[in-house]
């Protein structure tokens, strides 16, 4: 599908226009940072773009200042006392040095214990917990998929699991292949969920359209809470404040 992409500012925001093979002009105001993208039908003159977008500036700031208010995770630093999330729920992190195999272990409700060896660095540290990330949606990830390949009627050929800084997930429907980020075995099971449905959704429908939003609320009519309740849970700094 051809594309062809470029910036223009209105009202003093930057505005990312796609031009795409499509009827109508669809606008979004994207987390973390409230970045504007607009695709818009390959004929459509600039000026008929920025009237648009002039029209909705009032909707756009309020969506931006909405992001603004967002609240932020300090980057942590991998030491006891600090709390961290495992599926929407706060956990204190315990970091016990000893001379055996790495390993991540849940104690209870509320403690998140890394077992590390004496000099395990803040890096080393994170990577271990990324990895019980990885793992936890890895779990979590198949019977969903399953469930919903049967319900949406596609099949997925190939997922997988990456940090993302601007993005929840991400499809190729050519490939489809689809793509989850990282952050979301920190977030409530039903975030990840609702981000699976949207990607296997894309599959049927690649735009963000009137078909799309259709389809999303035939099969998951509550998805417009779970993705408000998402884009405004606290972001992790050290993926998605750059």
């Known amino acids: 599908m051809r594309t062809e992409r470029r910036f223009i500012e209105v009202g003093g925001i930057p505005v990312e226009v796609v031009r795409k093979p499509i009827k109508n002009l669809h606008l979004g105001v994207y987390p973390p940072t409230g970045r504007v993208r607009v695709a818009v039908?390959?004929?459509?003159?600039?000026?008929?773009?920025?009237?648009a977008v002039v029209s909705r500036l009032g909707w756009i700031r309020r969506q931006q200042a909405r992001f603004a208010e967002q609240p932020r995770e300090s980057a942590r630093e991998m030491v006891t006392g600090e709390s961290h999330y495992l599926w929407g729920r706060r956990y204190?992190?315990?970091?016990?040095?000893?001379?055996?195999?790495?390993?991540?272990?849940?104690?209870?409700?509320?403690?998140l214990v890394l077992h590390v060896?004496?000099?395990?660095?803040?890096?080393?540290?994170?990577?271990?917990?990324?990895?019980?990330?990885?793992?936890?949606?890895k779990q979590r990830i198949p019977p969903l998929l399953e469930q919903w390949q049967q319900a949406i009627g596609v099949r997925v050929a190939h997922w997988g699991i990456k940090k993302m800084k601007t993005r929840w997930g991400s499809c190729n429907p050519v490939a489809r292949r689809i793509w989850l980020n990282l952050e979301l075995a920190k977030k409530p099971p039903r975030s990840l969920e609702y981000v699976l449905v949207h990607e296997m959704v894309h599959l049927l429908e690649r735009h963000h359209n009137d078909r799309f939003r259709a389809l999303m609320d035939h099969f998951l009519p509550s998805w417009r809470l779970l993705r408000d309740q998402l884009n405004l849970s606290p972001i992790?700094?050290?993926?998605?404040e750059k």
């Open 41 to 51: 039908p390959e004929r459509m003159d600039e000026e008929a773009v920025r009237l």
């Open 92 to 111: 204190r992190l315990e970091v016990i040095e000893y001379n055996g195999p790495y390993r991540v272990e849940l104690k209870g409700r509320s403690r």
């Open 117 to 137: 060896r004496p000099l395990a660095d803040t890096a080393r540290r994170r990577r271990l917990l990324d990895d019980f990330y990885r793992q936890e949606l």
């Open 236 to 240: 992790s700094g050290e993926y998605w």
